[in-house]
């Protein structure tokens, strides 16, 4: 995305669908890409207020409909239950922020490109003066991005998703386990929006302390 509006709740149409797990034990409980990795081949985008899904097959269907559906259940091997509110379906903050001088030099110790879309980040920051990780201390403090302001509240623990390449579906558990071993499985940061506000492609950044930035 070139741009996007940021409000309390995150971003409009963000994760505002969710699919629950079919399974008996799990009722009520959302069925992510964690447990099937064949949902990060499904495609999401907006038009005109309205959300779309792609499937891997190529075709198009809006969100609510039950088209996409039928293919995600012979995809699976059984048929999730569309989930869909005002309230956005978070697993734990708004916005994740991820800072580029951080992709890089775990790209470093990883020895290769890795796709930032692992990471699953809404804003990714950088700058001549970013330092790699320097966001494991931006808990407390405030992101003044664009015309938003996000409140930074804790560092992102992450999970098996991050094993799953989102081009290829490849796994490599080599990725998590550096995280684990070298971040202690830390590796961006969670944010709220205080300020609602456009951010761009482009805009500046800053980081203060609590209250410094606010309106």
């Excluded at 079919?22 to 990795?37: F, S």
């Excluded at 081949?41 to 907006?46: P, Q």
Aim: charged share 25%; with cysteine.
């Amino acid at each position: 995305m070139e741009a996007a509006r940021f409000e309390r709740g995150g971003i409009p149409f963000d994760r505002r669908f969710a699919l629950l797990d079919p399974d008996p034990l799990r009722a009520g409980k959302p069925l992510t890409g964690r447990k099937q990795h064949r949902l990060l081949a499904y495609r999401a985008a907006v038009r005109d207020d309205a959300v779309y899904v792609r499937t891997p097959s190529g075709a198009e269907h809006e969100a609510s409909g039950g088209a996409w559906l039928r293919e995600l259940e012979a995809d699976l091997g059984q048929r999730p239950v569309l989930h869909s509110g005002d309230e956005p379906v978070h697993d734990a903050a708004d916005i994740l922020v991820l800072n580029a001088a951080s992709l890089r030099a775990f790209s470093v110790e990883y020895g290769g490109f890795v796709n930032p879309i692992r990471f699953r980040p809404n804003v990714i920051v950088d700058g001549r003066d970013a330092n790699a990780f320097e966001e494991l201390a931006w808990p407390g403090c405030e992101i003044a991005v664009g015309h938003a302001v996000l409140r930074a509240s804790k560092t992102c623990e992450r999970c098996v998703l991050t094993t799953v390449d989102p081009e290829t579906l490849a796994v490599d558990p080599q990725v998590l386990k550096l995280v684990v071993q070298r971040h202690d499985a830390l590796f961006g940061v969670y944010c709220t929006v205080v300020r609602a506000g456009d951010v761009r492609v482009g805009d500046d950044w800053t980081v203060s302390a609590d209250s410094e930035v606010s309106a």
